[in-house]
Nanobody
Framework: QVQLVESGGGLVQAGGSLRLSCAAS????????MGWYRQAPGNQRELVAT???????VYADFVKGRFTISRDSAKRTVLLQMTSLKPEDTAVYYC????????????????WGQGTQVTVSS
């Protein structure tokens, strides 16, 4: 079993900052990509940022220059530092990890957190 525990969401005024944290635990043989997605009401879930096991980040255009993703592979955590927040950043943010398969169970598996609400007031 793999569990993801997210924290750090909340209510902030426009221009403010928040930091999201996600910790993975359980049967993880090899942790590959980690990241964050978000979903606003009426919208599809969309990529915010991901980071590979080598530490290479990928950002959605709408967060470039404002959000920073980082990870601590030893602690199996991924952080999302969000600055200059805008009302349109309001959404439920979901932690995501990709766990690589093993020789005895070769299938790669995606896991998702339960989501944490981020609300940015104008």
């Amino acid at each position: 079993q793999v569990q993801l525990v997210e924290s750090g969401g909340g209510l902030v005024q426009a221009g403010g900052s928040l930091r999201l944290s996600c910790a993975a635990s359980g049967s993880i043989f090899s942790l590959d990509t980690m990241g964050w997605y978000r979903q606003a009401p009426g919208n599809q879930r969309e990529l915010v940022a991901t980071i590979t096991s080598e530490g290479n980040p990928v950002y959605a255009d709408f967060v470039k220059g404002r959000f920073t993703i980082s990870r601590d592979s030893a602690k199996r955590t991924v952080l999302l530092q969000m600055t200059s927040l805008k009302p349109e950043d309001t959404a439920v943010y979901y932690c995501y990890i990709l766990v690589l398969g093993t020789p005895w169970a070769p299938k790669n598996v995606d896991y998702w957190g339960q989501g944490t609400q981020v609300t940015v007031s104008s």
